[in-house]
Each structure stands twice: as structure tokens, then as C-alpha cells.
């Protein structure tokens, strides 16, 4: 499915009306972009298979035949799941939202519903009321990613591998389905030297319970934090976020924590009042974001230590730092 917008295509008939006039003047008289113009004129095949969208009204839209013989098909099947209609109709987007948007367009009612490939449990962080509760919703807010209002994706280097197993064991997903979910990838800021494991749960529940309590989608630097009932479900809320968004630094005897001013502000004051007085740390901003460091020997073991020492769920690595900190001659 192609979009252009509605102003485009007028300008496109109306200089074929008047072919006199140049692509410029039509822009202006129609409020289109010259360079679009341009870039559609030359291609007709933009004439065939339109459709106006009642719901889309600034766009006219563009279907080739294979999408529209996919988009006949999808309602007839109400037996498959996508996975497997897919598998039917190669033609199909690779991503049922995608098919699902084609269908917004025309105004069809996507009457399909994929059924649960995978079994976990859809009602987590429904309530946060156990230390795995509050420690995977810390994470989530540092590492996680909402992507429209359904899918949670969760990228780690490959050798963090083991902990999206844990998240996975978390939401009580049977052991044989969890190779099935995480995939190992590239991207982003990850190099083929340095490869990723990603982590993809398509839940509008857990997505839902997610956003109430404050994790949105493109949250880097707007992070909201979310109090939790206890200082103990806190104290694991903030081992979430400093396994996500933290470091420890060995070699200047230091750690620290960023994100949004909020969450590092949050931090600050949760160490103020139970740990050790860090009021005269300041929070620096960091490019988009903020940067809470905390530095020496003597504070940051006593703040690693409330936070590691005896939790019960946390990602390897750092507590492998954590360890590794008190060895320091």
C-alpha cells in the first residue's frame, strides 16, 4: 500500500489539464510539495487501484494487485492465526498490524484474531506486589520498548541472553516456548562485533498494564517513575532501573545512573532517605537525558550493597561487577 497525499494527486490532474502551468504553481495553488509532484508525475501506476479513505482524508491510497488478493482472502480465513496465513499468502505483510492498518483504510473490520501462539501470563504488572514484580518493571522503564499498544520489546547484548530467560520464567512461559521468542539480531547502536538478543511479547494487556504504570513508547529521557507500595518493592524497582540505565565503575570507584531527571532525581532521594546522604551529587544533564554519578570507594560499596547483596533477582553482569567491586585492592 502506497499513500500520497490528497493535494499531490490534485496538483498531478490539474497539470495535466493544464500543461502549461509548472509544477511549482501547481504546489502553490494546491499546497502540495514540489519535489512529491515531481516524484509521482513520472509514475503512473499511481492512477490504479485508488481509494479514498473516509477515516484517512488527506490521503489517497494505492494497492497493488497482490494486496488487494491478500486483503480479499484475510477475512475468509477465520480459522488461521496470522503466522499461519501468512504461510497461505506469502504476498501478506510480514506484520499483522501492517495488514490491519490496509484494512483501517478500506473500512473493513479486521475480524480475524490471531490466537495465542505463546502461553505466559497476560495479567503481569497488573498489581506490583512481589520483589520480581517491581524489579522487572524497573527494568522494563530503563531497557524496555512499547511499540504501538501491543508489542513490548526488550534488546540486550547477546551475552545478557540469560536474563530475557529469566523475564520470560517471570511470566511463567513454558521452557520449551522460550527460544521460540527471543531471537538473536543486529542493530542499532549493536555492531556484528557486538551482537543482540531481542525479545518480542505481543500482550495489549501487558502493554496496557505497563502504560498505568508510566512507561510509554519513545520514553528516552521522559522516563516517569513509579512509587511503589513499599520501601522494599522500591529498593527492587531502582535494582531494575540500575540494571537497565546504571553502571559501576571499577577503576575510579564510582557508579551512577541515567535517564530522564526524574528517575535520577528518584533515585537520589530514595539513597538520601535510606542508604547514605548523596544531596551534594548533582544530576548533570547528558545530551537528552540526565546523568545522577556517584563516586568513591567507601559510598558506592555501601549503596551497591543495600541494593545486590541479598536480592533475589537481578542481571548477572552487574551483579558480577558488584562482586567483582568488593575484590578491589
Known amino acids: 500500500m502506497e499513500r500520497i497525499k490528497k493535494a499531490i494527486v490534485e496538483a498531478i490532474n490539474f497539470l495535466e489539464q493544464n500543461p502549461k502551468m509548472s509544477m511549482t504553481q501547481a504546489g502553490e495553488l494546491f499546497g502540495a510539495d514540489r519535489h ?76 480475524v484474531k490471531t490466537p495465542n501462539r505463546y502461553h505466559y501470563n497476560r495479567e503481569a504488572f497488573k498489581d506490583i506486589l512481589t520483589e520480581d514484580d517491581a524489579y522487572w518493571l524497573g527494568f522494563i522503564t530503563a531497557d524496555g520498548c512499547i511499540i504501538q499498544n501491543n508489542r513490548l520489546n526488550i534488546n540486550l547484548a547477546a551475552r545478557d541472553q540469560e536474563h530475557l530467560i529469566k523475564f520470560c520464567q517471570y511470566l511463567k512461559m513454558p521452557a520449551e516456548e522460550i527460544p521460540k521468542v527471543i531471537k538473536s539480531t543486529f542493530g542499532g547502536a549493536y555492531s556484528k562485533d557486538n551482537p543482540v538478543s531481542c525479545l518480542n511479547i505481543c500482550s495489549t494487556q501487558i502493554v496496557a498494564n505497563l502504560k498505568d504504570k508510566g512507561v510509554t513508547a519513545r520514553k528516552s529521557g521522559k522516563e516517569k517513575p513509579y512509587i511503589c507500595k513499599t520501601p522494599e518493592l522500591e529498593k527492587a524497582y531502582i535494582r531494575g532501573l540500575l540494571d537497565g540505565d546504571g553502571y559501576i565503575r571499577q577503576t575510579q570507584y564510582g557508579m551512577g545512573i541515567v535517564g530522564s531527571y526524574e528517575i535520577c532525581k528518584y533515585v537520589q532521594d530514595y539513597i538520601c532517605r535510606y542508604i547514605i546522604d548523596i544531596s551534594t551529587n548533582h544530576i548533570h544533564q547528558h545530551g537528552v537525558i540526565y546523568k545522577l554519578e556517584l563516586s568513591g570507594r567507601q559510598q558506592t560499596s555501601k549503596i551497591l550493597h543495600y541494593f545486590y547483596d541479598s536480592s533475589t533477582i537481578s542481571l548477572d553482569r552487574k551483579r558480577q561487577l558488584y562482586l567483582q567491586f568488593y575484590e578491589l585492592p
Open 36 to 111: 512529491g509532484i515531481a516524484k509521482y508525475r513520472k509514475n503512473n501506476e499511481y492512477k490504479k487501484f485508488k481509494f479514498e479513505s473516509p477515516i484517512f482524508p488527506d490521503y489517497i491510497y494505492y494497492f497493488t494487485p497482490n494486496e488487494l488478493e491478500v486483503i480479499k482472502h484475510y477475512n475468509e480465513c477465520l480459522e488461521l492465526g496470522y503466522p499461519e496465513f501468512k504461510k497461505r499468502y506469502p504476498a501478506a505483510p510480514s506484520r499483522k498490524e501492517s495488514l490491519v492498518r490496509q484494512l483501517e483504510v478500506l473500512g473493513i473490520d479486521p475480524q
